[in-house]
C-alpha cells in the first residue's frame, strides 16, 4: 500500500475520469500484493534453464528474487 498510494495520487492528478481510491480498493481484496525485485541470472544459469527440455526445468525467463511465491 505504501507504493500504491502515490501511485493513485498520481494517476488521479493526470486523468480526471480515474475513479478516486480505487487502486486501494482493488489491492485490499487481494490476498498477496507485492513488489519483487528480480536479479539477473548469470550467463552459465541462463545455458543450463536454456538446454533444460521441459518447462518445469527451464524457468529462464523468471530469474531468481527472493520471494518466488
Not at 5 to 27: N, T
Request: with cysteine.
Amino acid at each position: 500500500m505504501l507504493v500504491a498510494h502515490p501511485c493513485a495520487k498520481l494517476v488521479e492528478s493526470k486523468c480526471s475520469g480515474y475513479e478516486k481510491d480505487k487502486l486501494r480498493r482493488i489491492f485490499s481484496k487481494c490476498s498477496k500484493a507485492r513488489l519483487l525485485h528480480y536479479f539477473a541470472l548469470s550467463e552459465g544459469q541462463t545455458a543450463v534453464k536454456y538446454e533444460a527440455t521441459s518447462l518445469e526445468d527451464s524457468f529462464a525467463w523468471c530469474g531468481w528474487h527472493n520471494d518466488h511465491g
